[in-house]
C-alpha cells in the first residue's frame, strides 16, 4: 500500500495548492454542488442517456453537498492522510495500477456539465492519474428554454447536436458554433461509424498540444479554438504533421477571439490615416511611391452587380491615382478552400495589395494572411475581424433610411414592399431603417417584407409573382434589395411604383442605395502607400488590435441616389436635410424609443443602439410585417449564409 500512500500525498499537496490558490482569489476553494445552483422550477426534463464515456475535465462538482469538502476543485483530495477517506482512495489508487478502475460512476449532466452522484473518489484518482474518459452512468437534466440566456441557447443547439452526433467532449461558447461543426462532421464524413474515432483522435490531439501552448490563458474554450482551426486549416491527411506550426500561426487570431479589448472598429477615415503623423513621415521606407494590387470577385462584372460595384471602384482607383498603382482584376474565385491557392498565387506574384470582394472568402484570406505577411489583405465583410488581415463595409442602412423616407412619403396606401434575399444581419438592418425612415414621414407606413432565392434559376420569375403578391396586398410602393445577380429581377434595386414592375415595363427608380466602392478603395491605398496603415497603430501602442473599417455616408462610400423628375421639391429638401443630420452625427437612423414586431422596447428614448447591436440585427422593428428565415430554409450549402446568416437553430 506504500504506492498509494505515497501518491494520495502527492495527490493531496496537488489539492491542497489548488485551494490556496483558489482562496487567494477571493473564489470558493471546493468543487460545486449541483443542488446548491440548481432549483428544481428550472428542470423541464430528466433523460436517462445511460451508459457512456465523459471526459473527465468535463466533470465539474458533485451532485449534493456531502462530500464535497473533500476534495479540491479539480477533485484532488484534501483531507488528511489518517482519515478513512484516505485510506479508500489508496485502496482505490492500488486497484487502479493493477486492474484499472472498471465499475461505472453516477453522474448526472447539465449544461453540458456533470455532477458525481456515486463514485467521486474514482473521479479522483482517475484525475490525478491523468485519464482521459471514464465509464458513466448519465442522466441528462434539461432546463427550462429561455432565449434570452445566451448558454441555455447554446445547450439547446448541443442538444440537437449530441442527437445526431453523441459527442460530449466539445463545447462552444457562440451560438451558431454546434450547427457549424455539425456541417463540418458531415463534410468529412465523421459521422460514420467507422471514422468516428478519427474526429476524437484529431481534437484530443488538437487539445493536448492547445494546451501544451497555453490555451488555459485565452478565455475561449478549445472547442471554439479547434472549430477556428478547422475553418482557416480545413482537414486534410497528415494534418497531425503540420498541427504545431499552424496553430503557432494561427494564435494571435484566437487571442483577438478571447479579448473583447484588442478589437477596433474605424467609423470614418480618421485624421491620423488622412495625413503623416510628422512632418516628413511620408519619405520614411515603409512609404511606397508604387503599389500592385489584385481584386479577387466571385464573380465578373457581367453576372453580379456586386462585382460591377467593386469593378467600378478599381477603375476608379486606376483613374485618380494613376502610374502610381498597377491592379489586376481575378474573376470566379470558387467561394471554398481553393479561394486560397487563387490568394496565394496572387500572393507569389508579388502584389502589394490584395482585396477579397466577397465575404466569403474571409478564412481564405485569414490563411493566406498568415502565409503572406507582406502582402496586405483586406476583405469586404463587416462582422468579422482579424488582426493579420483587416476588413471594410459600409453603413448601408444608413441610405436605406433615406429610401424609407421617400417610399413611407410616395405611398398612397401606406403599404410598402421590400423583396429581399440573405437573412443576414446587414439585410435585416437596412429593412429596419428602411421602415423606420418610412414612418419618419408617415406613422401608418407598413412594410411587408418577402424572401426570394436569388441563386435559382427561376428567380425572376418567383420575383415577379411576389412583387404580383405585395400588389394584391394593396402595396404601391416595392423595394428591390441590390442581388448578386445580374441576370435576375433583383438587378432592379432601390423603390419604383409597383404597377410599373409587371412584366413588359421598364421601370424608373425612384431611389436607392448607392455604393461607393472607388471612394473605399482610394482612402485605403493612399493610406497604404503612405506608410500610415501599420505605423500609425504601433505607435499608439495597439498594434495588436484587429481592425475593422465600417464607414458611412460621411466618409462618402455609401449614399443615395434619387430621381430628380419624379420626387417633389419638398420631399427632396427633407432628406437633403436628413442626410446632413445623420453624416454630421446629430441623428442616428436607430434612435429610440424603438420596438420589436411584439411590442417590446429595444431601444431607450434619447438613445440609439450600439454598433454591434446593428452588426448583429437579428429582429425586425414594428412596423415591419414578416419573419426572418432561417438558414434551412434557405440554400443549405451557401457559404454567405452559413458564415452570416441569422443564428437559429437547426
Known sequence: ???????????????????????????????????????????????????????????????????????APDFMPILGPSTEFAAKWVYLYEAHVEEGIREPIKVYEYLNWYYVEEGNKRVSVLSYSEAILISAYVTRLIPRYDKEDKTIVIYYEFLEFYKNHQINYLWFTEVGSFVKMHKIIEKYDWHQEEKKGDLRSIYYQFKTLYKKLGGDQIPITTGDAFLQYLDVYPYREGIVEVLEENLKSLWAELEIIGSSNKYERELSPSELEKKPLFFGLTNLPFAMKEAKIAFLHAKSKDSSAWTYGHEIGRLHLENVMGDSVTTTCINNVPEDEQAYDYLKAAAEEDYDIIFTTSPTFIHETLKASLAYEQVKFLNCSESLSYRHFRTYFGRIFEPNFLVGMIAGAMSKTNQLGYVVTYPIPEVISSINAYALGARFLNPFAEVFVKWVDDTTASCEDACYKIDEQLMDMGVDIICHQESTDLKTSLNHSGIYFADELRKGQKPICLASPHWHWGVFYEKIVRNIMSGNYNKISGLLGNNERAISYWWGMDAGVVDIMYSESKLPEPLINSVTFMKKMITDGVYHPFTGPLYNQKKELMVETGTHISNEAILDMNWFVDGVNGSIPSINAKEQNHKLLELFSVKKKY
Open 1 to 71: 500500500m506504500e504506492l498509494g500512500r505515497t501518491n494520495y500525498e502527492k495527490a493531496r499537496k496537488l489539492g491542497i495548492k489548488t485551494v490556496n490558490q483558489y482562496k487567494s482569489n477571493g473564489w470558493n476553494a471546493h468543487v460545486p454542488s449541483l443542488d446548491a445552483i440548481l432549483s428544481r422550477e428550472s428542470i423541464v426534463s430528466e433523460v436517462n442517456l445511460g451508459l457512456t464515456e465523459i471526459p473527465i475535465k468535463k466533470i465539474k462538482g458533485t451532485r449534493t453537498n456531502a462530500r464535497r469538502n473533500a476534495f
